[in-house]
């Protein structure tokens, strides 16, 4: 079968979403997170994409028009580690598509081929004023595989993508010790976990050396899956996603990175803050939760909602995220109202929710503010969304009016992206 190559003046780009829509959002507290905040402002999404910003912004004639009079308008929020689609709710074994324990070092295991965007965790994305997501191997692995960066709403995850891969999946501490100590094999202890990672990164290197005097020489050479996922992260393409939750597997995790010389990113963080001014000096970012969790195993003992808090002080980079289904992934917003209850500033809160999840994963030229030529992806709050009392009123993916309240029902309401007869 030939495939052709889209013709870039007529075609959209490969794994998005179909042309997007063509609407404006006017009357509202604009808060764009990077950039001023405007006033009885307008939106202007055009194609999909965001047009215009302002107080003064000219609107086409005949476009659809959302009022927003008395309402604050953001970017669509993005959660940064999830399970959303490969860990369904409610389903069991059946829906339980996230760790694939059968190999330790399963780099080339792909969260994409996994995912049901029909799970109800999307549509519970969309009430919680997300728009993106990055879905994550689970940790039982210590090289868990491929993410993937999504919108929360489409009929198939090849139309939802933002980035594939997005970053690589590793774990440290309890969870693949318990799994391979359960086994009675390799890795059951955590000497034994950071031994897998470091002799797949090893022999990555390796394999790196061979691919290069091969092509050096014209001879032919016998792709490995794993390796050819690996490379990419040594060569600095793909950051490493580090599930590390005590303070030793953190330094472990630092530990790694500076021997292999890869982009880092600490997943959980529960101890965190005891590490903070190593972190902030290596500018190392924190993707820090599940922040809602009881203290269900040893190693989050210090999970406490200043966390986030301390860190931002000591000047690290943060992320909050859900961990969904571990918190209901519509919780994010309430897990952010609370850290800033225990000290979290409230504008760090908001670009932990926002522009910070992209930037530490490379999606902030489409998502994470309202900026021109970033991604029509919006969100209409009846108020402060840092106010537990507020709530996402209108959801905007791509220009596209995807998610409404409705105060008759008492729920929110999704546009079908399956579009069946009577939706």
């Given at each position: 079968m030939t495939v052709s190559e889209p013709d870039p003046e007529t075609e959209p780009a490969p794994r998005r979403l179909p042309r997007g829509g063509d609407l404006a959002v006017v009357g509202g507290r604009i808060v764009p997170v990077v950039g001023e905040v405007v006033e009885s402002g307008t939106v202007?999404?055009?194609?999909?994409?965001?047009?215009?910003?302002?107080?003064?912004?000219?609107?086409?004639?005949?476009?659809?028009?959302?009022?927003?009079?008395?309402?604050?308008?953001?970017?669509?929020?993005?959660?940064?580690?999830?399970?959303?689609?490969?860990?369904?709710?409610?389903?069991?074994?059946?829906?339980?598509?996230?760790?694939?324990?059968?190999?330790?070092?399963?780099?080339?295991?792909?969260?994409?081929?996994?995912?049901?965007?029909?799970?109800?965790?999307?549509?519970?994305?969309?009430?919680?004023?997300?728009?993106?997501?990055?879905?994550?191997?689970?940790?039982?692995?210590?090289?868990?595989?491929?993410?993937?960066?999504?919108?929360?709403?489409?009929?198939?995850?090849?139309?939802?993508?933002?980035?594939?891969?997005?970053?690589?999946k590793s774990a440290l501490g309890e969870n693949p010790k318990r799994v391979y100590g359960e086994k009675k094999q390799t890795p059951s202890t955590r000497l034994g976990v950071a031994s897998v990672i470091r002799d797949a990164l090893r022999d990555a290197q390796d394999y790196a050396a061979r691919r290069a005097a091969a092509a050096a020489e014209g001879k032919p050479f016998d792709r490995d899956s794993n390796a050819e996922v690996l490379v990419r992260v040594l060569d600095g393409e793909l950051p490493w996603c580090q599930h590390c939750h005590r303070s030793d597997d953190i330094a472990t995790a630092i530990r790694l990175a500076e021997e292999f010389g890869y982009r880092l990113v600490v997943n959980h963080g529960t101890e965190g803050h005891l590490l903070a001014d190593v972190l902030a000096e290596r500018h190392i970012p924190v993707i820090i939760g599940p922040l809602f969790t009881s203290r269900s195993k040893v190693e989050v003992n210090l999970r406490d909602l200043r966390n986030p808090g301390l860190l931002d002080r000591a000047g690290v980079t943060i992320a909050i995220t859900t961990d969904h289904p571990v918190v209901p992934i519509n919780f994010l917003v309430y897990q952010a109202i609370l850290a800033v209850k225990e000290g979290l500033d409230r504008g760090a809160a908001l670009r932990a929710l926002t522009i910070n999840p992209a930037r530490i994963l490379g999606l902030d030229a489409r998502v994470g503010s309202?900026?021109?030529?970033?991604?029509?992806?919006?969100?209409?709050?009846?108020?402060?969304?840092?106010?537990?009392?507020?709530?996402?009123?209108?959801?905007?993916?791509?220009?596209?009016?995807?998610?409404?309240?409705?105060?008759?029902?008492?729920?929110?309401?999704?546009?079908?992206?399956?579009?069946?007869?009577?939706?």
């Open positions: 202007l999404v055009l194609g999909g994409v965001v047009a215009a910003v302002g107080a003064d912004v000219d609107v086409p004639e005949g476009l659809q028009v959302i009022r927003a009079e008395g309402s604050w308008v953001l970017p669509g929020f993005v959660e940064s580690h999830a399970h959303v689609g490969v860990h369904e709710e409610g389903l069991g074994w059946a829906g339980s598509d996230g760790n694939e324990l059968t190999d330790p070092a399963g780099a080339r295991f792909r969260a994409l081929d996994g995912i049901n965007p029909a799970d109800e965790g999307f549509r519970d994305a969309l009430a919680g004023g997300i728009t993106a997501v990055v879905v994550k191997p689970g940790s039982g692995n210590p090289i868990g595989g491929q993410t993937v960066a999504l919108k929360t709403w489409g009929r198939m995850v090849d139309e939802m993508v933002l980035a594939e891969p997005c970053s690589v309202l900026e021109v030529g970033k991604d029509g992806d919006l969100v209409i709050w009846d108020g402060d969304p840092l106010d537990i009392m507020s709530r996402a009123r209108t959801v905007v993916v791509e220009g596209r009016r995807v998610y409404d309240f409705d105060e008759s029902l008492g729920r929110g309401v999704t546009v079908d992206p399956y579009r069946r007869a009577g939706a």
